[in-house]
């Protein structure tokens, strides 16, 4: 895949995927699947995609770990006795055993917090980022070949000017 807004590097720079949304601090911290579905079984029984969908939602969007980390994660909690499974309405629910229910107590607090403080800035820049692919889109929708050239030259500027913002000097 070349270019765009997903994988491709031609024209700007790094992609706009994981290491956009985990800057810094905030993604160092926030891999820790195990304790996030412990403090979330806490609460109440869930499936998989509803503790993704609360990751996200609790951290603004800035943590919505895979499939591939919390489905093996469950397995292995289950297969140390720390949560319970049973088929729902076609989809699995986990809930906390009584081991699991008292290593979900030792946790000072819940590991999304960390995520949520440490990711304020990054989450309003991916907002912003998420919001200007919106606008190009549109230009590139309905504008007429002189607003699309104009809105590229401002696209062209723009990744100039971050750059320099960064230090980087790329041109």
Do not use: C, K, N
Request: hydrophobic residues 35%; negative net charge.
């Amino acid at each position: 895949m070349h270019g765009g807004w997903g994988g491709g590097r031609r024209g700007w720079g790094p992609p706009f995927g994981p290491p956009f949304r985990g800057m810094g601090e905030a993604r160092r911290r926030r891999g820790d699947v195990r304790l996030a579905i412990l403090a979330l079984l806490a609460e109440r029984p869930m499936h998989g995609y509803e503790m993704i969908q609360e990751l996200e939602a609790r951290t603004q969007g800035a943590w919505r770990p895979s499939p591939g980390s919390i489905y093996p994660t469950l397995q292995l909690l289950e297969d140390e006795g720390l949560v319970t499974s049973e088929e729902s309405e076609g989809r699995r629910r986990y809930a906390l055993t009584e081991a699991g229910r008292a290593e979900a107590d030792r946790l000072e607090r819940p590991p999304w917090e960390d995520v949520s403080e440490g990711d304020s800035a990054a989450a309003g820049l991916r907002d912003a980022g998420f919001q200007l692919g919106a606008a190009v889109m549109h230009a590139a929708r309905t504008g007429s070949r002189e607003q699309v050239a104009e809105v590229r030259d401002v696209l062209v500027d723009a990744r100039r000017r971050i750059y320099s913002i960064l230090g980087d000097g790329a041109q």
